[in-house]
Nanobody
Framework: QVQLEESGGGLVQPGGSLRLSCVVSGGIFGIYTLAWYRQAPGEQREYVAAITNSGATNYADSVKGRFTISRDNAKNTVYLQMNSLKAEDTAVYYC???????????????WGQGTQVTVSS
């Protein structure tokens, strides 16, 4: 059973940066496709970015060019570097692990606690 622990959120001003981390335990980390999702207040959870086990990346249009997903297989960790943050990026951010890129959060049953990102002046 996969366990997910997100960290790195906080309060940042518009235009600022944050780096999120997610440690994935259970299973074989190196074979997973890893992804980030987010959920803003009153909104449905949405896809943000994914990275395959070969390092291929995919991004939602809303974050393309601003966010970068990466992974460190030696540390069982996936990262999300977020630059040029906007107020609309405010959300709880979650990671997950699977075997394909999926933009549908409903494909996952298990989630971590998430990490809050607030972009505000």
């Amino acid at each position: 059973q996969v366990q997910l622990e997100e960290s790195g959120g906080g309060l940042v001003q518009p235009g600022g940066s944050l780096r999120l981390s997610c440690v994935v335990s259970g299973g074989i980390f190196g074979i997973y496709t890893l992804a980030w999702y987010r959920q803003a207040p009153g909104e449905q959870r949405e896809y943000v970015a994914a990275i395959t086990n070969s390092g291929a990346t995919n991004y939602a249009d809303s974050v393309k060019g601003r966010f970068t997903i990466s992974r460190d297989n030696a540390k069982n960790t996936v990262y999300l570097q977020m630059n040029s943050l906007k107020a609309e990026d405010t959300a709880v951010y979650y990671c997950n692990a699977g075997h394909t890129i999926t933009e549908n959060p409903a494909d996952f049953i298990q989630w971590g606690q998430g990490t809050q990102v607030t972009v505000s002046s």
